[in-house]
């Protein structure tokens, strides 16, 4: 039989399920990363989280001054209690006891504070120093390991905190049940932090990078999508239902509409209606299919002019709760950051719609476009469990033409419907057509059709009825 471990919950969100449900309890790890990397706001959090819990928390820093500059910057943090202080959480400096009196006299003190307190939680702030303090190796080794052991009597979990990346060979490192890395790094102008939990031993962590931010309420973790949902969260056999686009005509041509937690991919040059055809698509949000609009381009508010132009009401469905909008621009953002955005809304309110317009969006973001294709994988195949019929927009400048290094070609091979539009200019007019290229297991009608504007709304026309002579290909 497969033990299962009890565990300390963090309080960060996202690290516990890269931790596999959170530290072993009675375990120690290695919390390590360059100055600023946030060990401390984050040996905090997870500090004042045990607190709330009524689990208390014993941490020691090696401080020579009071604590008080460590709690003026924390009180700017959300999850920073004054109440907690003392009582819940006792800080310790052994900065004097270290220099006076040595390692032994240390963890004498870490001892009895640790069962004066019944600590579940013990943060040792500054492992470094205490390094410098050691005479030999064998020295840090004795202290980690006694730390370790009177810690673990009482069921004690311990995080030493260390300012130097310690090689893989140093002794605390073999020791240790468990090491995390904080990084901040820069790629090309741009900063950003992650996490890697490079050991841990007892139970399978999500392994390689996970990006994380610092803000008011201190640390998240976006576990990296691939790793955090290598297959589906549920298993919904696959459906047959038809949802409706809403655009007049177009649903006759594949049998109904798109089949019901489908994912299509929507391509067309810039200004050919993809937007147009995703605000359709959206607006038939009911109580019964929630919708939701992803975007990164237009902002709710243009959306919503755009929407009022083909006489769709979206206002009123956004005030019943059965459409939301959310846009994040195009500025920094973290590709899993808006996945785990995403996915969060869409079982929230149990979305049954939804356009992510576009999924350039979603590449602007990627720090490493090599792991476009698995992100993607696991994102729509997590949007069809839950049975989520998805209209993915995909803008393209020449549409049969090379896409250049892009690895969004890759991509529609994981999607189940591909529909395009093109620009097509004749004389003095301009025209777009559109066209189902692949439809998941059903029959449609390959040709072009005309996509129309209308104040009533979006239809197509048959070619011919509409006066256009017959594409030439090629
Ligand atoms: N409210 C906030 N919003 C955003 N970032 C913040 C906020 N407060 C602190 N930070 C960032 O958190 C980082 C400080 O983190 P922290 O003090 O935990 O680092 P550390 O790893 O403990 O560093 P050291 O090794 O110097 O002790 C800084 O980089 C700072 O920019
Ligand atoms: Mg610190």
């Known amino acids: 039989m497969v033990e299962h471990l009890a565990r300390l919950t963090t309080g960060v969100p996202g690290l516990d399920a890269i931790l596999g449900g959170g530290f072993v309890e009675g375990a120690s790890y290695i919390v390590q990363g360059s100055p600023g990397a946030g060990k401390t706001i984050l040996s905090n959090q997870i500090a004042f989280s045990q ?3 009524g689990h208390p928390v014993l941490y020691v820093t090696l401080l020579a001054e009071t604590h008080d500059r460590l709690f003026q910057s924390l009180s700017t943090l959300s999850y920073f209690d004054n109440m907690a202080l003392g009582d819940k959480i006792k800080y310790v400096s052994v900065f ?3 220099r006076d009196e040595g390692l032994d006299s240390v963890v004498k003190l870490i001892r009895e504070e640790t069962q004066r307190q019944s600590a579940k939680l013990l ?3 500054g492992l470094l120093n205490a390094r410098d303090r050691a005479e030999t190796e064998l020295d840090v080794k004795t202290f980690v390991a006694a730390i370790q052991s009177q810690a673990a009597f009482v069921g004690c979990t311990v995080l030493f905190l260390t300012s130097t990346r310690l090689q893989e060979s140093n002794p605390e490192h073999t020791m240790v049940d468990g090491v995390l890395d904080l990084s901040d790094e820069l790629i090309g102008e741009r900063a950003f932090r992650r996490l890697q939990v490079r050991k841990s031993r007892g139970s399978a962590a999500l392994g390689g990078f996970h990006q994380f931010v610092i803000n008011d309420d201190g640390v998240t973790v976006f576990p990296r999508l691939e ?3 290598p297959a589906p969260s549920i298993h919904n056999p696959p459906s047959s239902a038809r949802i409706q686009t809403g655009v007049s005509g177009f649903d006759q041509l594949t049998g109904g509409g798109l089949p019901e937690g489908s994912v299509t991919i929507l391509m067309g040059p810039p200004g050919s ?10 607006s038939l949000a009911s109580a019964s299919q929630p919708a939701l609009y992803f975007s990164f381009f237009e902002t709710p508010e243009r959306l919503l002019m755009q929407a009022a132009a083909f006489g769709l009401k979206i206002k009123p469905l956004i005030s019943s709760g059965a459409a939301e909008i959310i846009w994040n621009p195009l500025t920094e953002n973290i590709m899993d950051k808006l996945a785990h955005q995403l996915l969060d809304a869409v079982k929230l309110s149990g979305v049954r719609r939804l356009v992510i317009d576009g999924i350039s969006g979603f590449e602007r973001a990627a720090v490493t476009p090599g792991r476009l294709v698995e992100f993607f994988a696991s994102l729509t195949n997590e949007l069809r469990a839950l049975n989520v019929t998805t209209i993915m927009t995909w ?3 020449n549409l049969f033409g090379n896409a250049g290094t892009s690895p969004l070609p890759d991509i529609s091979a994981l999607l189940d419907n591909l529909i395009v539009i093109r620009t097509e200019k004749k004389d003095s007019t301009t025209k777009q057509l559109i ?4 439809l998941r297991n059903s029959a449609f009608s390959p040709s072009d059709f005309e996509l129309k504007f209308l104040a009533s709304g979006l239809s197509i026309a048959s070619v011919d009825e509409s006066g256009t002579s017959q594409i030439e290909e090629g």
């Open 51 to 53: 607190a709330a819990g």
């Open 273 to 282: 209606g993809k937007t147009s055809l995703g605000l359709t698509f959206f």
């Open 227 to 229: 790793a955090f949902l």
């Open 435 to 438: 066209s189902v290229l692949k």
């Open 395 to 397: 803008e393209v400048r």
């Open 96 to 98: 004097q006891c270290l």
């Open 123 to 125: 943060v040792f702030d």
